[in-house]
């Protein structure tokens, strides 16, 4: 673990991989710290926002330092199932990167179990790490203005979900009608870090 | 009578802003809020708000509200000629306030007496032009319903504090994670040079113009989190110095970051304006 300075109100952890990641986050999670105003985990870090107000980076250091990970939370996470229309505008080229054709990329993605790594890019937008398999994927050369919301999406080692119509460069593989982020609901994103993913082929 | 004020003209931009949404970053929800918090809070405090009421942030002036009914108003940050400034002010039912483009200072802050009472997003009245959450930005027209005033009426008439100046600020600004990707001439070059404010900036960040600084060590950086004034170098050298609005996490080498207490500042800067970084922590 290295802890490195991020301004005057937070500190990043780092991490040596998304395993440990979600294991730490989950126990910082579980028994904040007075002064702990929000935790974002990521890829390889954990960053620790403190309210400079209530407690010092010193004592919030001392804190993540002396905190067990919890390796089983990536085994207890929530499950959802995404109901997938694989139609996706880009399926021919992800079939094509990957060597195989495209009842096979359907046959993968729906054949493994990914967890949301963490969100970002846009509010609910969970990144998704596969169990098994060898995720490459590069993005489009040229991104979108305009992806659909519901799309369902591959870029890098994630697969993705769009909870909302924006721009993106990630290669679109379906959709579904399940709404990610809706305000109504509490909490208001379903892929939350640490939740368990199972996506399965529905016809249109 | 009408507890409400009636947008006439919204200016260039006049969003509603509070404390933000802070604590919902792992859900890749950005804190957004007041760009400037001092000046956001101040102006709660001189009409006897909780210093997290929302008000309207709004951004080199134009605005122009008529009230329905009387309010006690403040205005904070940037100082509009001819508007009273620092001091609360009441504003008769019917009347117009109108704010002129601030001579210095980017951002002014006009809180009423009981807060901008509108629906609330995610525990928030923010506007964040980055992921779009919250109410949209005010337009000609619209009516913005006024809360109920839940503490005493302060004692103060006036609050004696610093306005944003009109020439080169000087921020102070502490290594960032990855500092260690650049090598100590970059970070001279950091604290050496005079850095120009771009006409691209906005409520995500401020964007800057200067002798770009070269990367030391190369490669792909997996995204991650940070928090509002962090100096994030993209493949161009040059700093984008993010605000409020910034994305939760970012894939680009975070060398640096502003003190917070000073990123109050860099909200007031202004296109064109100078802005120079110090490692001096005095």
């Known amino acids: 673990m290295r802890v490195l300075p991020s301004g005057s109100t937070a500190l990043l952890v780092e991490l040596d991989g998304l395993g440990e990641v979600l294991a730490l986050y989950a126990a910082l999670d579980e028994e904040r710290a007075p002064g702990v105003v929000d935790l974002v985990p990521a890829g390889r870090t954990v960053l620790v926002v403190t309210d400079p107000g209530q407690t010092t980076l010193a004592a919030v250091e001392a804190w993540v330092r002396g905190t067990t990970p919890r390796p089983g939370a990536r085994d207890a996470g929530e499950r959802v199932e995404i109901p997938v229309v694989y139609d996706g505008e880009d399926l021919p080229d992800v079939a094509r990167l990957l060597g195989c054709d495209e009842d096979e990329v359907v046959r993968r993605h729906t054949g493994t179990e990914w967890t949301v790594a963490f969100c970002g890019f846009a509010p609910g937008f969970g990144y998704l790490t596969a169990d098994d398999g060898d995720w490459q994927i590069a993005r489009r050369s040229s991104p979108r203005t305009r992806v659909p919301a519901g799309s369902v999406a591959l870029a890098g080692e994630y697969s993705g979900v769009y909870p909302r119509q924006s721009p993106g460069g990630w290669q679109l593989i379906g959709r579904t009608e399940l709404a990610v982020f809706d305000l109504h609901r509490d909490p208001p994103a379903l892929l939350t870090p640490g939740t368990r993913v199972r996506f399965t082929a529905v016809t249109a | ?282």
């Open chain 2, 1 to 282: 009578m009408n507890r409400e004020l009636t947008v006439v003209e919204p200016g260039p931009l006049t969003t509603v802003q509070d404390a933000g949404r802070p604590g919902q970053g792992a859900l890749g929800i950005g804190r957004s809020g007041a760009c400037d918090r001092a000046a956001h809070r101040l102006a709660n405090r001189l009409v006897g708000n909780p210093e997290d009421a929302a008000v309207l942030e709004v951004t080199f002036g134009g605005l122009v509200l008529r009230a329905g009914t009387d309010v006690l108003v403040a205005l904070t940050g940037a100082r509009c000629p001819g508007t009273p400034h620092l001091a609360p002010t009441w504003l008769p039912a019917g009347a117009e306030l109108r704010l002129a483009p601030p001579t210095s200072g980017l951002r002014t802050y006009l809180a009423v007496r009981g807060g901008v009472d509108v629906e609330p997003v995610l525990g928030s009245r923010s506007t964040d032009v980055m992921s779009g959450l919250g109410p949209p930005a005010l337009r000609a027209g619209d009516r913005l319903p006024v809360g109920e005033p839940t503490l005493p009426l302060p004692g103060v008439d006036l609050a004696p504090v610093a306005e944003p100046p009109a020439g080169t600020v000087q921020v102070r600004v502490l290594p960032g994670p990855r500092r260690d990707w650049f090598d100590d001439s970059a970070w001279e070059l950091l604290l050496g040079q005079e850095y120009r404010v771009s006409s691209d900036s906005n409520r995500v960040g401020v964007r800057l113009e200067g002798e770009p600084l070269q990367r030391g060590r190369q490669g792909e950086l997996p995204s991650e989190g940070m928090v509002r004034g962090a100096l994030q170098i993209p493949p161009s050298g040059v700093p984008v110095l993010f605000l409020a609005d910034h994305p939760v996490t970012g894939g680009y080498p975070v060398v640096g970051y502003v003190a917070d207490p000073d990123v109050d500042r860099c909200a007031q800067l202004r296109p064109g304006q100078g802005l120079r970084f110090s490692s001096r922590l005095s």
